[in-house]
Structure formats: C-alpha cells, structure tokens
C-alpha cells in the first residue's frame, strides 16, 4: 500500500465497488466450513502498509480474507447465519477540492456510484471533519441488499460507517477506512467498534521517502 509498486490510481467509487461490494459478496458466498479454515488474528494486529499504519479489529474472532498493495479486507462471522462484520482499507486516487465540503461532496457522489442496482439507500449522512491534521470526511449509511435466491426474494440490512482522508504526503492519494455490519439485528456497539477500528487506521508521524511513490 502506498509503495513504488503500487498504482492506486482508480477513482474511490471504483475502489469502494471492489472493497464493499465485491470482497462482500464473495465473503456472504464463503461456506461457513471454509471460513472456519481460515486463521483467527490478533486483536489490533499490525500490518506492513507503507504510508499508513493499519492494524486488524480489536476483537478476536476476525480472519484476513484478502490484501493487495492498496487495500485490506478484514471479515468475521456473525452470531447467526447470514450476518457478517467486514473491515477494510483501500487507497484511491484523490482529486482536488476547493473546500471541505467539496471534499464531503465527492465522498457522497463515489458512494452512489458504487452502488449495484440491488441495493436500496435507507439513510446516507456524510460530513467534512476536522478530526484529524489533515482533511476527512465520515459517511454512514443503512441499506438493504436485495438478494435473489432459489426460493423468494431476499432484502439484507446493512450498516457501514466510514472516514475517508487526504494523504497528507501524498495530495493526489487518499485512504479510506469502512466498518460494514451485514444481516442479524441491529448492533448498538456498532459505532464503537467502528471508531476502534478506523482509529487503527493512521498515517506515521514521519514518512519514509522510500515508503512512497515518486
């Protein structure tokens, strides 16, 4: 992530349709005995990202289901059978804006045009913040994915929460951090476990001139 290598240069709702949607269908199709498979990591732990600090949720039970050079997605069973949290990071290319709120605008713009015809928008809130030394902007939305299935149609709830934010060594990059509740009941400790996990997610107080893209 963030490395010479790396060529993050797809726009957000390009990345956001890969991260959310994408990795989240694969993951719902993913057989509970396969899951089961797959190693448990440690609570918070850290991953090499150069240009950016992330570290897993801090709970057990969550497994990697996959990791390229800009993005990482996190998942974990729920308690009943079609519930699923998913967290990831993924970096896109940013453009410029002329103020927060032209920043707040794009983010709202890319989440909408990320989203596959089956899914219904319930709630979207998205709002500039100053939160960190460099420009952010949170989003949360509730939505329901209509599923077809061999029997009757099916509408999953879904609940994300995310802060998406300008590199701050890099202006024409930026990196988004998502928390996505998928199916069961509604998780009151859901905006808490979100804010543990994207706290997780942080740019290094000094950058390494070989971490980053010439």
């Known amino acids: 992530m963030l490395s010479r290598s790396a060529q993050p240069v797809m726009s957000l709702a390009a990345r956001l349709r890969r991260a959310v949607w994408t990795a989240g269908i694969a993951i719902i199709a993913m057989a509970a005995s396969v899951a089961a498979t797959k190693p448990t990591l440690g609570p918070g732990q850290e991953f090499s990202a150069p240009g950016l600090q992330v570290h897993s949720p801090a709970a057990d039970g969550w497994f990697e289901e996959s990791r390229t050079d800009d993005q990482f997605v996190f998942a974990k069973r729920g308690a009943s059978r079609d519930e699923w949290y998913i967290a990831s990071v993924i970096v896109s290319y940013l453009p410029e804006f002329g ?28 709002q500039a913040t100053a939160e960190r030394e460099y420009p952010c902007v949170r989003l949360r939305s509730v939505f329901f994915y209509h599923e077809l299935t061999l029997w009757l149609p099916k509408k999953t709830r879904h609940e994300m929460i995310s802060l998406s934010c300008r590199h701050p060594y890099r202006k024409n990059l930026g990196f988004l951090a998502i928390y996505l509740h998928r199916g069961g009941p509604v998780d009151e400790h859901l905006e808490e476990a979100a804010a543990s996990f994207i706290e997780g997610v942080q740019v290094p107080p000094q950058p390494i001139a070989n971490d980053l893209p010439p």
Do not use: C, K, M, W
């Open 99 to 126: 103020n927060p709120d032209g920043f707040a605008y794009y983010v709202t713009r890319e989440f909408q045009r990320s989203v596959p015809q089956r899914v219904e928008i319930l709630t979207l809130e998205t």
